[in-house]
């Protein structure tokens, strides 16, 4: 079953320093990735996705991705981070074309330090 | 607006009485699914839907039932809830299957917190 590793439950980057957070994915195919975001007491918001056109994805609020088969990797980074981006993180991986389930990471909570 | 949503978002109930948690989407989506959301475990599938009448169990589906009678509605219930669903849960939709999967992804609605005690 295909599945996605986030590394770092938590990670705190000062105000305007580079943004990375880790996503590694396990796919005997070509997979279909996604990088979701949650601020606080709200739903899901798509950032991003990967659906094998461009191997780097740029998404909503200056965030991108960058799809690296020979890691099975699909970082997530920001060159500057704002305060506004303190939030969960979640990757997740479109398993099951049948279901169209999305199989999620277990979250990663960013923190800006001011 | 294009939403998903869900009703109620703060729940705190007792065991073993019975309680549902309604989803309704205005935007003709065919494909609807219930997650839930617990520290540490990031996001599970409990029950997902195809179109009208078509449910199926995702990953987590004990102590669970859903149901779908009309495209924008996708309840789910819990017959008998115990404290161990305890949980944010969140109902998505999106497009079936193909290019406008990909081009729309699931919408997610705001989330329903709930507490059994």
């Known amino acids: 079953a295909q599945s996605v590793t986030q590394l770092g439950s938590h990670v705190s980057v000062s105000e305007g320093a580079l943004v990375l957070l880790r996503c590694n994915y396990s796919s005997s195919v070509p997979p279909y990735l996604f990088w979701y975001v949650q601020y606080p007491n709200q739903g899901l918001q798509l950032l991003l996705k990967?659906?094998?056109?461009?191997?780097l994805v740029k998404g909503i609020n200056g965030f991108e991705a960058e799809f690296k088969k020979s890691e099975t990797s699909f970082h997530l980074t920001k060159p500057s981070a704002h305060m506004s981006d303190a939030a969960e993180y979640f990757c997740a991986v479109l398993t099951h074309f049948g279901n169209e389930k999305l199989t999620f990471g277990t979250g990663t909570r960013l923190t800006i330090i001011p | 607006e294009a939403q998903v949503t869900q009703n109620p978002r703060y729940l705190i109930t007792v065991t073993g009485k019975k309680l549902t948690v309604t989803c309704s989407q205005n935007m003709n989506h065919e494909y609807m699914s219930w997650y839930r959301q617990d520290p540490g475990l990031g996001l599970r599938q409990i029950y997902y839907?195809?179109?009208?009448?078509?449910?199926d169990k995702g990953d987590v589906p004990e102590g669970y039932k859903v149901s779908r009678k009309e495209k924008r509605n996708f309840p789910l219930i819990l017959e008998s809830p115990s404290p161990n669903q305890t949980s944010l849960y969140f109902c998505?939709?999106?497009?079936?299957?193909?290019?406008?999967?990909?081009?729309?992804?699931?919408?997610f609605g705001s989330g329903t917190r709930l507490t059994v005690v």
């Open positions: 990967y659906t094998s056109a461009a191997t």
């Open positions: 998505a939709s999106s497009q079936s299957r193909g290019a406008l999967y990909f081009n729309y992804g699931y919408t």
């Open positions: 839907s195809m179109n009208v009448e078509v449910t």
